[in-house]
Structure formats: C-alpha cells, structure tokens
C-alpha cells in the first residue's frame, strides 16, 4: 500500500493537458469536502423509501444548482434521479451511472458515533487520529480520511463530478460531450426495477456510451478503467431433520443430521482445489493468447494477495487471480445450523441452511447455473421442494433440500478495442502520465447490463477511490486525494475531444 499512495500523490500533483494549479485543485477539493459532509449526514439505507426521499430532493437542488434539468423517474419501487445538460446535436452524448444509496450500518461496530456524521481522521502511527475540520482551512493532507457511510460508496464520487462541473465552468472549459446522468437508488439491493425502468425510459437515457463511478481504483495507484464486471445470482439450501431440535443424548446416532447432509451435499460440488465439479458450470469459456496477455498486463502479485489476505494457497479456478475472474464463482456466502459459542447446546438440529452466490460471466448465464445447481443435488439424493416440507414429504424421502432461487443480475463486458475505451485510456494517460491499469472483468458486481441490452452501447468503469475504503463495512472512508484524482478524472473526461 505504500507504494499506492506514492503513486497516487504523484499523480494528483501532475500537470495536465487542461491544466489548473495544484491551489486551485485544493480550493474545490475543500468544496467538495464540505459537500460531501452534507450529503453523508442524510442517512441512505435503501430499505428506508424516506430516506431515499430526502436525498432525490438533496441532489434536485445540487444539480440545478450547476445548470442540469432534472427529474425524479418513477419504477417499480424506488425511483430513480435523473439529470442532463441542455443537448447540443453536434456532439456524442456521455450516460454516467452512479448511485445514491448505501449499505445499512450497524453503529456499534463503527468507531464513531453516528456513522453518518462525516469523521475527520489522520494516520498517527498505526491508529487513526480524529482532526478538526477546522485544520483544512490553512491546508489539506490529502493522506487525510473521510469516514461515514457512503464516503466512498457512492455519495463521493457524485460529489466529484459536481465539483469538476464547477471547475470546468469556472476555466470557461468547452464540454466534449453531452452529459446525461442516472443515479440508481436501489443498487445495494441488486437494482431490480432497474431493467423494466431503461426499457421505460430509453430515449431519455439514450447515449453512445456508459461510464459507471463505483468501485476501487486498482490497488497500484495507477489510474484504472475496467470493461466488464460479474454479474450474479444466489441460491438458499435448506436441509431438514428430525421435526424439532432434539436431545443428541437420545437421538444422536438415530435421527438424521441436516447438518452433515448439508455438508455432503455441499463439499460434492467442489474439488479439493476450489473447482466446481458440477457438469457444464465452465461450458463456454475460452481464453485466448489475446486475453491472457490482456490479463497478465495487470500489475499485481499473487503472493503479496495471499499474505494480504493470510492463506497460503489459492484455489485453482485459474492459474492467477485475474484468470480467476474470468470464470464463474460459487460460493458459500453463510452457513447456519443449531446455536454456537457461548450459546451452543447438545442438540440435533432440526435444519440446517446454506446461502450461496455465484457470480456470473458474459458466457453464463445465471438462470442455467441455478439449474446444474438443482440438478446436482437431485443426483445426491436429494428431493427438492421450494418450500417448507410436508409431514407427508418428510415421511416419503430420506434427504430433502428446500431451494430457494434469488435474482439475477447479468455480467457485462465491453470489447478491449472499443473507441470510446481506447478514447478514456488515452485521456487518462495523457492527465496523469502514466500508464493506464486495463482490466477486462472486476470481480464485483454493477448492474449496468440493462443499459447495455436496452441502449446496445458500449459501458466502462472509471474507478474513483481508494481501495481499502472498507466499502459495506464497518468505518468506510475516502481518502482526501481521492477527491482530487476524481475531480481531475471528470475535469479531463468531459473536456477532450475524442479521436479515436
């Protein structure tokens, strides 16, 4: 991580094509700072419409304030902020995909109050030391950190991109293109009125291409674009046993076990190794010397991932992490059967459950891997019921698995050779000076594919903040210098003209 924030700062301070002083920077850098302090004070959980509310109406008044017509697009649940620059036919038009909401928070594992109340910290030896704001009127350490709920995911980046609004109206910049922007306020919670909402609003959110502000930048400092991202879809297994918790002094060793049948059914599925063992689950993936070479170029280490993470050795979905990514997952996300700890008792349990997701590729699709899934437990023995077994179910099977399906949301994955990514590859380039990290799948998930079936247009991810920003966790944080590398990011993006 060292030598991340070296390269990091060296980037911030570098000078660009549209140049402007590194004070000037810092001035909007201070802005968004406070902005960022007002936006994450409005708690954002997407399971509270409320909240949600509260700041569609906090981000109406931000974007009028820049100039932008905005409207608030009523789906299926909660809706979506829309917000567009008045259109010029001459130019190509951007669609920028972010988010307003955020994971819930449980305060009492934050170290801080109100996980909404933004907390000013600085590194002092290896803990964190909380600073006045005050300090950043004389200067900003942009070592500094922001920490509250939705610092980084996904309230800062919003507030980047005003911020460059600003500084580009300021300098009297031209914009290259039109700017379209959605805001999705359910993508925590997998975005579902999201398909149905583009097909409603497709001429509005018309646009030759898609760029998504989510997610870490890559772990190396260097700017990143990534042209793909998993998609993903979960399964509930439930086995059951006797019809009640029993003594496991008198029944241990008679009635049967949902834990171990559990177990079984879930070590059948993998080897030793970590590969998925189930008939077809890797049909249809290839990869080329193209790929590989494309693969490779990320400038990462598999050994500094293992002792980052603490395990020894990885499992052998692919010969190294980035190969990995290609490939669909399936993982057990959670596991429960009985009591444990402290909380423990001598009991046969009466189920036991096993939450699974697994993350998708292009070449998967989410629906068929569910069914290999249900196929492979029904060759374990198992009879599948989608719901809480009969008397006359438990009397007529010996093992029985209750699965219940989640939704899926599609991977994408735009071709290396785009125009519009060779046109960002090189804008990025050319601001910071150094060579752009290219990666063709992350491993998380964006539900951006609807935008792609819909609009049938080309989607990116530029990356904003730093990579160890706990994001859905405990203290999420931004990294001041974050704020500047996003403002920079958007100030270029939308300032040069593409010609490519």
Same mark, same amino acid.
């Given at each position: 991580m060292k030598n991340y924030w070296r390269i990091l700062f060296v980037l911030v301070f570098t000078t660009f094509t549209n140049a402007q002083t590194p004070e000037e920077l810092k001035s909007y850098v201070r802005h968004s700072i406070d902005e960022l302090r007002q936006?994450?004070?409005? =708690?954002n959980d997407a399971l509270n419409p409320d909240d949600i509310d509260r700041n569609l109406m906090w981000l109406r008044d931000k974007f009028n304030q820049r100039g932008f017509n905005t409207s608030i697009l009523e789906t299926d649940n909660l809706p979506l902020f829309f917000a567009a620059l008045p259109m010029d036919d001459t130019k190509p038009t951007i669609l920028l995909y972010m988010h307003l909401d955020g994971q819930s928070v449980?305060?009492?594992k934050w170290n801080q109050d109100n996980p909404y109340e933004t907390v000013l910290k600085s590194m002092d030896g290896d803990q964190w030391k909380t600073e006045d704001f005050a300090e950043l009127d004389t200067d900003i350490n942009y070592d500094w950190r922001l920490f509250g709920r939705s610092t980084s995911d996904d309230k800062g980046p919003i507030v980047m991109f005003l911020n460059a609004i600003d500084l580009l109206k300021k300098n009297s910049k031209e914009l290259s293109f039109n700017i379209k922007v959605i805001l999705d306020s359910e993508e925590e919670k997998s975005s579902k009125p999201l398909p149905k909402a583009v097909r409603t609003y497709k001429e509005l959110l018309m646009a030759d291409f898609l760029v998504i502000s989510d997610g870490p930048v890559h772990p190396s400092g260097k700017p990143t674009v990534v042209y793909g991202c998993r998609g993903i879809t979960s399964v509930s297994l439930t086995t059951f046993g006797p019809i009640k918790p029993q003594h496991s002094g008198h029944?241990?060793?008679?009635?049967?076990? =949902?834990g171990f049948q559990l177990a079984q059914a879930l070590a059948s599925m993998k080897d030793t190794e970590g590969r998925v063992v189930i008939p077809g689950y890797y049909e249809g993936i290839s990869l080329d010397d193209t790929t590989q070479n494309i693969l490779k170029s990320v400038p990462e280490n598999d050994t500094e991932i293992s002792e980052k993470l603490q395990f020894k050795t990885p499992e052998k979905v692919g010969a190294f992490y980035q190969e990995a990514l290609q490939y669909p997952s399936l993982n057990i996300r959670g596991l429960g059967s009985g009591w444990i700890g402290e909380k423990a008792r001598t009991i046969v349990p009466a189920t036991a459950t096993a939450e699974l997701d697994l993350r998708l590729v292009p070449e998967t699709d989410g629906t068929r891997l569910k069914n290999l899934v249900k196929k492979h437990i029904e060759k374990e023995g198992f009879y599948i019921t989608t719901m809480a077994p009969t008397k006359e179910e438990r009397m007529a099977h010996d093992k029985i698995m209750m699965v219940m399906e989640g939704s899926v949301t599609d991977a994408f994955r735009t071709d290396l050779n785009n125009p519009y990514g060779k046109f960002i590859v090189k804008t990025l380039q050319e601001t910071f000076e150094d060579d752009v990290v290219q990666i063709r799948t992350m491993g998380g998930t964006v539900p951006i594919a609807p935008f792609i079936n819909e609009l049938k247009i080309p989607a990116f991810l530029i990356p904003m903040v /730093? =990579?160890? /920003?706990?994001?859905?966790?405990? /203290?999420?944080? !931004?990294?001041?210098?974050?704020i500047?590398?996003?403002?920079?990011?958007?100030?270029? !993006? !939308?300032s040069t003209t593409n010609t490519q």
């Amino acid at each position: 991580m060292k030598n991340y924030w070296r390269i990091l700062f060296v980037l911030v301070f570098t000078t660009f094509t549209n140049a402007q002083t590194p004070e000037e920077l810092k001035s909007y850098v201070r802005h968004s700072i406070d902005e960022l302090r007002q936006f994450v004070a409005l =708690p954002n959980d997407a399971l509270n419409p409320d909240d949600i509310d509260r700041n569609l109406m906090w981000l109406r008044d931000k974007f009028n304030q820049r100039g932008f017509n905005t409207s608030i697009l009523e789906t299926d649940n909660l809706p979506l902020f829309f917000a567009a620059l008045p259109m010029d036919d001459t130019k190509p038009t951007i669609l920028l995909y972010m988010h307003l909401d955020g994971q819930s928070v449980d305060p009492s594992k934050w170290n801080q109050d109100n996980p909404y109340e933004t907390v000013l910290k600085s590194m002092d030896g290896d803990q964190w030391k909380t600073e006045d704001f005050a300090e950043l009127d004389t200067d900003i350490n942009y070592d500094w950190r922001l920490f509250g709920r939705s610092t980084s995911d996904d309230k800062g980046p919003i507030v980047m991109f005003l911020n460059a609004i600003d500084l580009l109206k300021k300098n009297s910049k031209e914009l290259s293109f039109n700017i379209k922007v959605i805001l999705d306020s359910e993508e925590e919670k997998s975005s579902k009125p999201l398909p149905k909402a583009v097909r409603t609003y497709k001429e509005l959110l018309m646009a030759d291409f898609l760029v998504i502000s989510d997610g870490p930048v890559h772990p190396s400092g260097k700017p990143t674009v990534v042209y793909g991202c998993r998609g993903i879809t979960s399964v509930s297994l439930t086995t059951f046993g006797p019809i009640k918790p029993q003594h496991s002094g008198h029944y241990g060793n008679y009635a049967p076990n =949902p834990g171990f049948q559990l177990a079984q059914a879930l070590a059948s599925m993998k080897d030793t190794e970590g590969r998925v063992v189930i008939p077809g689950y890797y049909e249809g993936i290839s990869l080329d010397d193209t790929t590989q070479n494309i693969l490779k170029s990320v400038p990462e280490n598999d050994t500094e991932i293992s002792e980052k993470l603490q395990f020894k050795t990885p499992e052998k979905v692919g010969a190294f992490y980035q190969e990995a990514l290609q490939y669909p997952s399936l993982n057990i996300r959670g596991l429960g059967s009985g009591w444990i700890g402290e909380k423990a008792r001598t009991i046969v349990p009466a189920t036991a459950t096993a939450e699974l997701d697994l993350r998708l590729v292009p070449e998967t699709d989410g629906t068929r891997l569910k069914n290999l899934v249900k196929k492979h437990i029904e060759k374990e023995g198992f009879y599948i019921t989608t719901m809480a077994p009969t008397k006359e179910e438990r009397m007529a099977h010996d093992k029985i698995m209750m699965v219940m399906e989640g939704s899926v949301t599609d991977a994408f994955r735009t071709d290396l050779n785009n125009p519009y990514g060779k046109f960002i590859v090189k804008t990025l380039q050319e601001t910071f000076e150094d060579d752009v990290v290219q990666i063709r799948t992350m491993g998380g998930t964006v539900p951006i594919a609807p935008f792609i079936n819909e609009l049938k247009i080309p989607a990116f991810l530029i990356p904003m903040v /730093n =990579p160890d /920003n706990n994001q859905h966790s405990p /203290n999420e944080n !931004l990294r001041i210098g974050q704020i500047a590398y996003g403002i920079k990011t958007f100030y270029s !993006l !939308l300032s040069t003209t593409n010609t490519q």
